[in-house]
């Protein structure tokens, strides 16, 4: 078995902004259990060599349970990060390595559960608290 052989490389970062750009409860119900609650993500990226940002927009949506019949909530967050070398990087690499915007999507996975439980404290999601997410799982096809 061959081994695939990584290319070790380093890069300079600098959070810019993280920003809560909206949420809203799409659907009052009462009587749900947060633990069959099911929240579904989408990341978009946008990388700017120009500028050196690199910018994540994430799109939370929750259900009341698996059958994702009932859509109760949506949050859209937005991460901003400068790579100070990034135009080194792309020259190198052929583009931006996935590694970076798995950090960085770490990063917004992260902060938008922090910005869920604050937002949500009151509401009908109260009690929803994002799960685990791997932020390679963005990345698979």
Request: net charge neutral; hydrophobic share 45%; glycine share 4%.
């Amino acid at each position: 078995m061959k081994k695939k052989e990584i290319k070790k490389f380093s890069f300079d970062i600098k959070i810019v902004d993280i920003v809560l750009k909206s949420f809203c409860i799409e659907n009052v119900i009462s009587d749900l259990d947060s633990k069959l609650f099911v929240f579904e993500f989408t990341i978009n990226f946008n990388i700017d060599p120009n500028t050196k940002l690199i910018t994540l927009d994430l799109l939370t949506k929750v259900f009341a349970d698996k059958s994702k019949e009932t859509f109760l909530a949506k949050m859209e967050s937005q991460g901003i990060f400068e790579v100070i070398n990034l135009d080194k990087i792309m020259e190198e690499h052929n583009g931006v390595p996935n590694m970076i915007l798995i950090n960085f999507a770490g990063v917004m996975v992260s902060t938008t559960r922090g910005f869920m439980r604050l937002k949500s404290e009151g509401t009908i999601i109260n009690g929803a608290i994002m799960p685990f997410v791997d932020p390679n799982s963005f990345f698979k096809d």
